[in-house]
């Protein structure tokens, strides 16, 4: 059964950081590209990251750029998103998704995915 399991969602002050995980089952992450998306309360859901299937093209959201970074693991079959100088405004529940593309931005820009996980929450707030 083809299943992603995101982790690492936890409540952090201002300026913290935190390292979401989503880990694949059922099928390898090799030939997908990978996102992450979030929707906060009363707000559509959104792109934040996304990253090739080769791993050689990324897309950032325009607020969460330089102070986020996506990779995937291959051998584990895993993609991570390393959050640092998080803001109250990065409040959201945190989905990772997978799309047979080549093209990361649109998958970002469109929140167009093929599977998605069930999310996981991330509250910043001191």
């Known amino acids: 059964q083809l299943q992603l399991v995101e982790s690492g969602g936890n409540l952090v002050q201002p300026g913290g950081s935190l390292r979401l995980s989503c880990a694949a089952s059922?099928?390898?992450?090799?030939?997908?590209?990978i996102g992450w998306f979030r929707q906060a309360p009363g707000k559509e859901r959104e792109g934040v990251s996304c990253?090739?299937?080769?791993?050689?093209?990324?897309y950032y959201a325009e607020s969460v750029k330089g102070r986020f970074t996506i990779s995937r693991d291959t051998a584990n079959n895993t993609v991570y998103l390393q959050m640092n100088r998080l803001v109250p405004e990065d409040t959201a529940v945190y989905f990772c998704?997978?799309?047979?593309?080549?093209?990361?931005?649109?998958?970002?820009?469109?929140?167009?995915?093929?599977?998605w996980g069930q999310g996981t929450q991330v509250t910043v707030s001191s």
């Open positions: 990253i090739s299937s080769g791993g050689g093209s990324t």
């Open positions: 059922g099928f390898t992450l090799d030939y997908y590209a």
């Open positions: 998704a997978v799309q047979r593309t080549n093209t990361v931005q649109s998958m970002c820009v469109g929140v167009r995915a093929n599977y």
